[in-house]
């Protein structure tokens, strides 16, 4: 490596390092408060289930009328029929998901199921078919896919209640426990002028 951008390199992660520490109790918080609010998502996950499936429908109706708005605005150029189309679809979808969330629910976690089991037989198939010292792992984790994908299915409709706002909740909260590491991490660590 050129050793030029290996100084640039060590300056960086020494500048990231300075940063964490001084900073150490901000992610600690931020990890609290993302602990907390995926706790209360777990628990009242058919409300974070609402919550996300209509946010997503805002965002895609504010995507499609930007989209729509960047075609008018561009209208001399080749892709004024596309980002039209693909603007006015979104916009539509956008629409849709507003007025009929408990269908967008139930449609996104059929989706979900689907991806889960998919993904998952193909850890499994990879960890059966291949011989690397993580296989063990790559098999868990399929199956795990496989496992929560069966559970989905079998429970839908009715399981779209809960898990689209579980897994937002589950994300919240792994998220949060990272968080308070990292900066329980950094706050124990010596400082870097000490090291020197």
């Known amino acids: 490596m050129n050793p030029r951008v290996r100084m640039n390199l060590d300056s960086l992660v020494r500048d990231d390092l300075a940063m964490l520490q001084r900073n150490w109790g901000w992610f600690v918080v931020l990890g ?3 602990v907390v609010l995926g706790t209360v998502g777990v628990v009242l996950a058919t409300i974070f289930t609402r919550v996300a499936i209509l946010l997503i429908g805002w965002l895609m109706l504010v995507a499609g009328a930007l989209e729509i708005g960047h075609a008018i605005w561009r ?3 080749k892709g004024f029929w596309l980002d039209l189309l ?15 969330p408990e ?5 996104l976690t059929l989706v979900i199921a689907m991806v889960f089991l998919f993904a998952g037989g193909l850890r499994v198939a990879m960890a059966l078919s291949s011989r690397n010292p993580y296989g ?5 984790h ?8 069966a559970l989905i299915l079998a ?3 009715e399981s779209a209640e809960w898990v689209i ?28 002028t000490e090291a020197a």
Do not use: F, H, Y
């Not at 693909?86 to 009929?100: E, K, N, Q």
């Not at 063990?136 to 868990?140: K, R, S």
């Not at 399929?142 to 994908?149: E, N, S, T």
């Open 32 to 34: 609290v408060a993302l």
């Open 75 to 77: 209208k001399g150029w």
């Open 86 to 100: 693909s603007g006015l679809l979104t916009a539509l979808l956008g629409v849709l998901i507003i007025l009929r």
């Open 103 to 107: 269908l967008a629910v139930e449609a």
């Open 136 to 140: 063990a792992w790559t098999l868990l």
């Open 142 to 149: 399929g199956l795990v896919g496989v496992l929560l994908g």
């Open 155 to 157: 429970g839908w409709p």
């Open 165 to 192: 706002g579980t897994l937002v909740a589950v994300d919240l909260l792994v998220n949060g426990i990272r968080l308070i590491a990292l900066g329980l991490t950094a706050r124990q660590m010596p400082s870097l």
